[in-house]
């Protein structure tokens, strides 16, 4: 409500009069400019500072190399970017792409601008919420290297290396019965070996886990494992194992480039 320069009032008193048959709406960008003409002052001073900086930087690199429409599209990352992640409001390519088609521009020309400002680095793309943020400044592009390290490890890789971290469970009800500690440990198995099928078979020693659960990490590996006699060890199954086998690679992948 207030006559600040750039604000919603002054926008309603250009857009929406009796001379105007078109009414336009209050685009996010606006209220980028609306931000920074006004607040820029006071919002260098508050932690999210850095944040901020970074998008004005990002915006005026837009400015110097692209068009109005990488300007645009610069300042509604850089506000989802500010504002939006805390909330878990990320600037998906998919929304980007649906809100400027929604203005009038073509679906190709806008998956274009977001491509420039990619190879410019001006924007990012994180794999890990699926979205696109303002870059931060740094010269090294690790998502784009971790994304080349996966493509080429893939295929390849034991990524049940990484997740062999044994945990022992305790036997709680024999325990409390009969007042011996006893515990079962468990294991992700990707390959089997003559060693690990007599280690299943083997009665443990004392101090040693007394059975082991079994996770196949394929069905091939369970159809294997469920056709030999294992009195130690019970077989589990899950019906897919893609989430945990993606994260495993890439954090086979953050390793190596590291």
Known sequence: ASHEKLGFREFLSENYTNTISTLGLYQPEKLWDYLHHNLHHLITTYPDSKAWLEGCDA??????????????????????????FQHHLHAKKKFITAYFSA??????????????????????YRQKHNALFVFQGSDIDINNMVVDRIESISQGVDWTSVCNMPQNILATAHYHKFGTMRWARTQLINKIDSVLIDSLKTPALTGESFLSFILPANPSIAKELSSEELPYAAIGQISSLDSLKSVAIELIALNQIS
Do not use: C, P
Not at 61 to 77: F, P, W
């Open 103 to 124: 203005r009038g521009l073509e679906k190709s020309v806008i998956q274009s601008a977001i491509a420039d400002l990619e190879s410019w680095t001006v924007i990012i």
């Open 59 to 84: 915006i005026y690199r837009a400015s110097q190399k692209g068009s109005d429409l990488h300007v645009s599209i610069t300042k509604v990352i850089a506000l989802l970017t500010i504002f939006g």
